[in-house]
């Protein structure tokens, strides 16, 4: 290993870069004095600004300069930029516009080259390959351009080109990046500790994993087969034949970046349905799935014009274990429940605080913070407010960032970012939080559904308070519907799964006095129109005769009153 080239490599491996640059430290100084004194010219210019009173005035000027700087540096710092360019919390927003010109307008490199790479890593002639080829890319990417093609057999397709030598140049620039992140840890402000380096090698695998067209052909078909039963998302198929490692041909979608929602509405379609979908997909691929597009820009998102949404570009993808999954779960409806000290231990099963950390003084901290991001009313939630938030406790208590989890927080705030786009007014938990609770009924492993179990229950009491939650949503939200998900939950409850349930829901009759019969109406109101009164009924006899088997005569009174109220609950009544 101590013997390869950087054009060799094929999968990262910080070690071995260190040592080839380590006995050849004159091939990385060129490179690092170019670094410095690019970003030392900008830091100038903004500080001359400062000392002219010319701040306001130039700021358009900066931006593109910043731009163009990061363009000059190359693939890596492109890469860097792009992930910028969806945290408005760290970037200026006049910044932030530029940056975002990263993600698909970037300058392309030669035609003829792009065909010469072409014709090398397919083995054959264009003319055998294409009838029809553009002259000139659709897109330029930071690792490379698109084209629009035909088949010979008629198919139109994307082709796609990587940048020539481009895994040298990132080989080198993430060395230096690592050599930095070294030597900066000890001077940061937030506690990210010796994590800063782990997360300079997250980077740098996805991003071999990114060059690698191959792969990235893989991680479409497994995300299409993820999605195979999903009739709103589209993911463009692969032509094998006609790719490889830097070469990779692809179905063409038709549609319409999601930003773009001038063109959405001419086109008939509905931005509200295609948030709908972007929302939810987004939550499947990681609280369902566990394996997610870590790299969900605007660039990479299209409305299709027959109404689904088409995801591209499948180079960054990650995958989560089915324990993290959970955990997330449990850490979202914790969230929203505010049990802020179960939400400090889903923080240390997620690795944001080391094991032996002293909780105790954590939970007031993330009340206080937490509890003011979310604010008086659950639908105020957005995961955009939440990490702003969450940023002010890192300077004061162990938190650190692992690195899967800047991929995860990058994409979360990425979707909710656009589909704020589409409509300012959106609120990421009128279609989250009735998933999770859907999530949670219809899990397929019994892990995730006994964490229903953890959201009706806690110290063995039912908790009235987090069903009067998810009911408050839908009674201030004309468009929010629970009906599918309560019906889903009366499935469940007379389900034979549901048996330790119904067990545990009774036994809390008997203890707590809140089941009054105005409760009862609120709740007939809410299921009346899709559930038949002797429904309602059956339930309340299959309850009672369950327990009447194993001696829970406390029951009896409330029971036959819930018989008694549902029995004269007849269509001749309402």
């Known amino acids: 290993m101590g013997q390869y080239q950087p054009a060799q490599l094929q999968q990262y491996n910080p070690d071995a870069i260190a040592r080839y640059y380590r006995y050849r430290p004159w091939l990385a100084w060129g490179r690092l004095l170019r670094i410095i004194f690019s970003f030392a010219s900008f830091i100038l210019s903004l500080k001359w600004d400062e000392w002219q009173n010319q701040v306001e005035q130039n700021q358009g000027k900066r931006a593109t300069q910043l731009r163009e700087l990061l363009t000059h540096l190359g693939p890596t710092f492109i890469k860097v930029g792009q992930a910028l360019s969806t945290r408005p919390d760290l970037i200026r927003k006049d910044f932030l516009a530029e940056l975002v010109k990263l993600q698909d307008q970037l300058p392309p490199f030669d035609h003829n ?35 629009r093609g035909r088949l010979i057999s008629g198919e139109e397709v994307a082709v796609k080109v990587q940048r020539p030598n481009l895994r040298p140049v990132i080989t080198r620039d993430l060395y230096l990046m690592r050599w930095a992140a070294s030597w900066l840890t ?146 979202l409806v914790h969230l929203v429940n505010k049990d802020y000290t179960d939400l400090a231990e889903d923080f240390v099963k997620l690795g944001f605080l080391a094991p032996d950390t002293n909780i105790a003084p954590i939970v007031p901290a993330l009340e206080a913070v937490l509890g003011n991001a979310i604010g008086k009313n659950v639908k105020d939630f957005n995961f955009k407010t939440i990490t702003d938030e969450f940023s002010e406790l890192m300077y004061e208590y162990p938190f650190r960032v692992p690195a899967k989890f800047a991929l995860i927080i990058r994409s979360l705030v990425t979707q909710e970012g656009i589909a704020l786009s589409l409509n300012p007014n959106f609120k990421i938990v009128e279609i989250g939080y009735p998933y999770i609770a859907r999530r949670l009924l219809t899990g397929e492993s019994p892990a995730l559904r006994r964490r229903l179990l953890n959201v009706l229950f806690k110290d063995g009491r039912f908790q009235w308070q987090r069903l009067e939650n998810l009911i408050s949503i839908a009674r201030t939200d004309g468009d929010f519907d629970v009906l599918p998900t309560a019906k889903m939950g009366l499935q469940f409850l007379l389900s034979e799964e549901g048996k330790f349930l119904r067990r545990q829901l009774v036994l809390a009759l008997t203890e707590d006095d809140r089941l009054h019969t105005d409760e009862v109406q609120r709740l007939w109101n809410l299921v009346k129109d899709d559930l038949p009164p002797n429904r309602l009924l059956d339930v309340a006899v299959g309850i009672l005769t369950e327990l009447s088997r194993e001696g829970v005569a406390a029951i009896l009174p409330k029971a036959t009153s819930l018989i008694s109220f549902t029995n004269n609950q007849s269509p001749s009544k309402n």
């Open 113 to 147: 080259l792009a065909q010469h790479i072409i014709e090398t890593e397919l083995e054959r002639s264009i003319d055998e390959i294409f009838s029809e080829l553009s002259p000139r890319p659709v897109a330029a990417a930071s690792l490379g351009q698109v084209y």
């Open 186 to 331: 000890p001077w940061l402000p937030l506690n990210l500790g010796h994590d800063l380096t782990l997360i300079v090698d997250e980077f740098g695998t996805k991003l071999f994993e990114e060059i690698d067209y191959i792969n990235e052909g893989r991680n479409a078909e497994k995300f299409a087969t993820n999605f195979r039963d999903d009739p709103q998302v589209k993911v463009p198929s692969i032509y094998w034949r006609y790719t490889s490692t830097r070469v990779l041909t692809l179905e063409w979608i038709n549609g319409f970046k999601l930003t773009d929602t001038q063109s959405i509405r001419q086109a008939g379609l509905d931005p509200e349905t295609i948030i709908q979908i972007g929302v939810t997909s987004g939550l499947q691929q990681l609280l369902e799935h566990g394996f997610f597009h870590a790299d969900p820009h605007p660039g990479n998102l299209f409305a299709v014009t027959d109404g689904r949404m088409a995801y591209i570009d499948f180079g960054m993808m990650d995958q989560l274990e089915e324990t993290t999954k959970e955990t997330l779960v449990d850490a």
